[in-house]
């Protein structure tokens, strides 16, 4: 089992910045990849950012590429979002996710753990 909790959520206007981050506990010590998604009121929990146990794989929505960043702290336990030039459609909840395996995927039906998320709210 993995307990993931995130944290870095917030207010924040349109243009701004946030960090989140989403510690691990638990079987950590397995290799595996984690992401993080999102899920605006009324819609469908959509991907957002995915990162390989190495750090050396990552992938992004289209809707975030070049704002957002994924990275990850093994040695901490500790996977993180920076997310930039934030806009209003950045507004949801957003969830940390680990896999049971190496392998890079953006499907939600591939992640076994996932954390209560953190809300980030733009105004405009």
């Known amino acids: 089992q993995v307990q993931l909790v995130e944290s870095g959520g917030g207010l924040v206007q349109a243009g701004g910045s946030l960090r989140l981050s989403c510690a691990a506990s638990?079987?950590?010590?397995?290799?595996?990849?984690m992401g993080w998604f999102r899920q605006a009121p009324g819609k469908e929990r959509e991907f957002v950012a995915v990162?390989?146990?190495?750090?050396?794989?990552?992938f992004y929505a289209d809707s975030v590429k070049g704002r957002f960043t994924i990275s990850r702290d093994n040695a901490k336990n500790t996977l993180y979002l920076q997310m930039n030039s934030l806009t209003p459609e950045d507004t949801a909840a957003y969830y940390c996710?680990?896999?049971?395996?190496?392998?890079?995927?953006?499907?939600?039906?591939?992640?076994?753990?996932w954390g209560q998320g953190t809300q980030v709210t733009v105004s405009s």
């Open positions: 996710a680990a896999r049971v395996g190496v392998a890079v995927t953006t499907s939600r039906d591939d992640y076994a753990y």
């Open positions: 638990g079987r950590t010590s397995s290799q595996n990849a």
């Open positions: 990162i390989s146990w190495t750090g050396g794989t990552t």
